[in-house]
């Protein structure tokens, strides 16, 4: 019997850290969302992550609900009002309370970010003796990670995912495939590392059609990431995802 190959990650933040990843994404105006839009991607973000067998947290089925009562609620006829006898159409609009949870959320997000920079500027500030620097002079600067989210990587993996056909059985014959996690960063940082500063596209990440291997590959991926050993990078949105090895020079 196959047993669900199931993972917890601490990386995702949360549904409406999902959501304000989409609106920026698709660059949609937080405060006209389409739904039908925004629920079919965020729907697809799910599928991706129930394919990989992730143990997702109840508040993004919760979240999932919710965007799909909002776009029912506005498929229904708006209501008539009479003003000064007058028939007007009126419906309150049923994307008002996302909306603004979604603008607090940004604000915060944002605020968050500022106080990280200033706490990382202020741990640069230290005193030290005088020292002689012209034998640094021409030190190699270190690589400066990408911007790429988990949610980037997750949106590549789906579409790998549609691209092989991946979302139906591949085998007749279930199997199982206990993979290491250690052993399979070691296998990825070295396939990496052979790129070298061309770096090597995500998908070749992944050639075995085997879920426990794709699941396992991608927790790799996301622990070498945490280590600082790989980052990942994307020229824009939606372009291919490349990933590359640190520089410890």
Request: proline residues 4%; aromatic residues 10%.
């Amino acid at each position: 019997m196959n047993q669900a190959y199931e993972v917890k990650l601490e990386a995702f933040e949360g549904p409406l850290d999902l959501l304000l990843h989409l609106i920026n994404q698709y660059e949609i105006d937080i405060y006209d969302i389409p739904m039908a839009q925004i629920t079919k991607q965020y729907m697809e973000y799910i599928h991706t992550m129930q394919q990989l067998e992730l143990n997702i947290a109840s508040e993004y089925l919760v979240m999932a609900s919710t965007l799909v009562a909002i776009k029912s609620q506005m498929l229904l006829p708006k209501q008539e009002i009479i003003v000064d006898d007058e028939t007007e159409e009126y419906m309150e609009d049923p994307r008002e309370e996302l909306m603004q949870r979604l603008i607090e959320y940004r604000k915060y997000k944002e605020a968050a970010e500022r106080l990280k920079e200033k706490e990382i500027e202020a741990n640069q500030i230290f005193t030290r003796p005088p020292t002689v620097f012209d034998e640094l002079a021409f030190e190699k600067q270190p690589v400066v990670q990408g911007d790429v989210s988990i949610y980037d990587m997750l949106g590549a993996l789906g579409k790998m995912f549609e691209r092989k056909k991946w979302n139906k059985p591949l085998d007749t014959t279930v199997q199982r495939m206990d993979i290491p996690i250690e052993q399979r960063m070691r296998d990825v940082l070295a396939k990496v590392k052979t790129s070298k500063e061309k770096g090597i596209e995500f998908d070749h990440l992944f050639p075995y059609p085997s879920r426990s291997h794709v699941v396992v590959t991608f927790i790799a991926i996301l622990e070498l990431m945490k280590a600082k050993e790989i980052y990942c990078k994307q020229t824009k949105h939606f372009d291919t995802l490349y990933i590359f090895a640190e520089s410890n020079e």
